[in-house]
């Protein structure tokens, strides 16, 4: 049985598909399809490249290790009789479709946006044939790999799949953009608590993370050029990232399909730098800290001092030149203008000058962004850099929009390209309460809890026109970690990151035109919880595991 | 240097103090002291029970592993110089005042509340003559011995105190009642994960285990003389606590101080009992879920009908019979009267035996408790037993306060047991959303998250009178597991659930009246956060490490 569309089948019988993010084109039907016990995969690429060869390897290990038991009372058990005749798959084959120069997953996931090819096609027949996944490059290989594993159970050792026929005509993103952020400067993250973060985002499709590496509180980052910022910033000598750590994470990324963009945020949020440069940071510490900062420490580079300003090209420069991205993040959220208009030094500078605030921060981003270009690395700001200044900046530059999902918009009528990061759909962070002392009533600003159902509506496309679509590049769920550490770093980011996953990759609407619904994700994204799980990321329940097999029994009116 | 109140000293030098609940007495100096490396612990008791040794043992291990350096800024290396001078301890002395035969740890806390003596009083000297620790009982020792590891941090592993002399005359618990509930109903958590609670309990003098061990949606208990119940109502063969597993966790809880108060839910969040026995339950998956229950699934017991009061009876008598406790948990709450109204045999029982329905829940209740009091035990309930209906229930049932803390104020007019659970200050589960499916707006009745600040101002003795105050036992912090599992048990409990553990120990006022501050513990906690981290228990950060070496930095308005 074939059906024209796996959500409309979805539809009837519930549950049936544990495919995340779900694909742009589906067909499938319902026959049992056993993979053989001597299952392979054959690369028909010439000369395949290492980490394509990797994750081929890493397939196989998820087939043989996932051991997911299907979510239905029972756990799969009445499926024992049908597998009993079921056909067995013996292959899978990738081809490449692309006839120029085969270039690695590494290589094509570093691309520019305008040159990244992820998308796939995929076959799965049920009457045992090899199954075909083919693609234009290999990270499109690399897509199909990580959907094709998603297609198995387990019964008494038994890998096999219910959904057979499966034909993907066409699996391609939505947008090119799809990130999860993590602030590894608030609370530090353990080299192996990231690479198990990518790890999950290469399963959900996840091409980018957003590296908020540094900020005011610390200053993990290890440079050869500027050690001193490390070792006076980072919280200790062992909580910090050498440089072959970075190199360790960007390879691990990209071997997954992943572009790391590093954001050194700027001149905002670098009180830090103050414990090796004081010179360069005004209102260092200042108190009260909420006249000059938007959180403790406060400290913002002297946009207005030609050394400081020397200083941060200087900086951007030994971050982005190691690393193989097209973009590298100079942050520019939430400036503190009063934190200029009480430093004597940056108030003598300006009146030297004869700038404006405003103008200096115009030269400082001309410089600044200036080291980047220079690199051929296009700038990602933070919404202000925008919204809130009038300054000259690259229009390819990349703005993400955190404080509202409307401001999307604004951006847009500037005709610059947008990343949803807002606040009140994607921080994965927000929900628990104040963290600044001495304040009984511990409520915080980003309150309450952005639950995977809210993440889920949002639309990439709301309040822009037709005109202005192209600008959108795609969105993340970011987890600033005031409140955060490696103990709640999976349980807070899985499964809920993935929402932004599927509306990135599949696009706000299913095949058929209506809106995502989280009532049929919901099974879905309890399947990926529960793979995650067996793949070793601490993804949490959702529901009582009662209701994660009927999920049809705990709706409203069920 | 002594000060006559270790608060007191807070307030001039921060973060002086590592202890967790705050002793009742206090009077610490300043002075650094040492932990020889050949520090031992001299039990001067005749005939020490095992467990006492195994809490000494513990109690070493943990001096010798913590390793916690000071949340300072250098994390202490500027003791570097004072610790080349400091004098050394050599040896902590446990002495019993009782002249009694001496009861093990576990006997000790198993006793009736009345009975129970978990008191003690320590002197550790800043000039190294030995520390002694001194109690009526083993268990007030073990008390001791918890206090006693908190004082001591680590620097370049010589283990060292910066508070010393350390003179606690008296340090008493202000209530008897400390808890901690864990839902295992909803979702499954491993003994391993029981286990490492208990520990975290046990660190911060809680005395009680409320195990809500079975509800609606599983019923993992295995009982021998009711194999079916689990064998047709556990997630899975697997998702079982066996009745080795049971008293390996009463065993393990008993050795640490605390009491397993175990929780069979009746009459109602019993669906799962109709796997099994089908006959004793009504309303059993109706349709739609909320007219019938307040989640899915319905189902309760037909508590008109003999047959399930006698089974339910001795179903009680089959579970506790087993527990050392003097204590069990009968449940109560959430009975839904709509489920019995459209219940056929149920009405055909009220009808035939001449009851209302309130009359044959007394029926039910008196039977049902009658099986605990024939074992001598006393009963627990959920407030609504007292409040919603008119019951003859013994006026030695405690009553467990859950839907607001207001309600603590009715039950005390009727003259019950207080055991504070208020939804409103100590539900750990709240904040994350709804989880009932097909519902976007995704908000839930028990939002927000309740902050640590939050749960720290509950006040024990809110709208009670003078008279009334001998009737609060004390209280608990609840998770209920809709959305927990064990990826998110530590980092959800802890350390919030150590805020009504000092409440409950130091009482809700400090030693010199005034109530009991977030400014002040805020430290504390920190300190406590680190230390159960450093032990294995996945606690979570408060604030951004730069904010916990300088907690006096990042209050409002610092």
């Known amino acids: 049985m074939i059906y024209p569309n796996g959500l409309f089948l979805l539809a009837i019988i519930p549950h049936v598909l544990a495919l995340w993010p779900i694909p742009t084109t589906l067909k499938n039907g319902t026959d049992f399809l056993i993979l053989s016990p001597t299952f392979d995969i054959t690369v028909n690429v010439n000369n395949p490249p290492q980490d394509l060869l990797s994750a081929v390897a890493q397939a196989k290990t998820y087939l043989n290790t996932d051991k997911l038991q299907r979510l239905v009372p029972g756990r799969g058990s009445s499926d024992a009789g049908a597998l009993k005749t079921a056909p067995v798959l013996l292959g899978l084959t990738l081809t490449l479709q692309n006839t120029n120069p085969v270039l690695s997953i590494s290589e094509e996931s570093v691309q520019d946006f305008a040159n990244r090819s992820e998308g796939y096609t995929l076959s799965v027949p049920s009457n045992g044939k090899p199954a075909v996944l083919s693609a234009n490059s290999t990270l499109g290989l690399f897509r199909g790999l990580s959907t094709f594993t998603q297609l198995w159970y387990d019964l008494a050792n038994v890998t096999y799949t219910n959904i057979a026929p499966v034909s993907i005509a066409k699996d391609v993103p939505a947008y090119p953009y799809r990130g999860f952020m993590l602030d590894t400067a608030r609370n530090f993250f353990a080299v192996s608590d990231i690479k ?163 103008q200096a921060l115009n030269t400082f981003t001309e410089a600044t962004h200036g080291a980047l270009a220079n690199l051929g690395k296009t700038a990602v700001v933070w919404e202000e850099m925008i919204l809130d200044y009038n300054l000259t ?147 949490i329940q959702l529901q009582p595991q009662w209701c994660v097999v009927r999920p049809e029994l705990c709706n409203l009116n069920s």
């Open 196 to 358: 198990r973060t990518l790890d999950a985002m290469s399963w959900v499709k996840i091409n980018t993370f957003h590296w908020h590496i540094v900020d005011s509180q610390s200053f993990p980052l290890v440079l050869p050029e500027f050690p001193e910022l490390a070792q006076q910033g980072a919280y200790s000598t062992s909580e910090v990232y050498s440089a072959a750590d970075v190199q360790d994470i960007v390879s691990y990324a990209a071997e997954r399909g992943i572009d790391v963009l590093m954001e050194i945020d700027t001149p905002g949020h670098t009180a830090i730098i103050a414990a090796s440069h004081p010179d360069f940071v005004a209102c260092n510490q200042a108190s009260p800290w909420s006249t000059f900062a938007n959180e403790p420490p406060a400290g913002q580079l002297r946009l207005a001092s030609p050394a400081t300003i020397n200083f941060t090209a200087n900086l951007f420069t030994a971050a982005a030149k190691v690393l193989p991205s097209k973009y590298f993040s100079t942050g520019g959220d939430e400036v503190n203008t009063e934190c200029y208009a009480q430093d004597p030094q940056t108030q003598a500078e300006l009146k030297s000058s004869g700038k404006t605030l405003e």
């Open 393 to 539: 900046l690259s229009q390819d530059t990349v703005v993400m929009v955190w404080i509202s999902s409307q401001d999307a918009a604004l951006v847009a009528a500037k005709n610059f390209r947008i990343v949803h990061a807002p606040s009140n759909y994607f921080y994965l962070d927000c929900g628990a309460g104040e963290w600044i002392g001495d304040d009984p009533s511990g409520n915080s600003w980003c309150d309450p809890f952005k639950t995977w159902q809210n993440s889920y509506t949002f639309d990439p496309l709301a309040n822009l026109t037709s005109a202005q679509t192209h600008l959108v590049l795609g969105g993340e769920q970011l987890l600033w970690t005031e409140q955060s550490d490696p103990n709640n770093l999976d349980s807070i980011a899985w499964p809920r990151a993935a929402t932004s996953a599927e509306i990135f990759w599949t696009g706000a609407k299913q095949p058929d035109g209506s809106p995502l619904d989280g009532t049929e994700a919901l099974p879905r994204l309890h399947e990926l919880r529960y793979r995650m799980v067996q793949r070793g990321v601490g993804a």
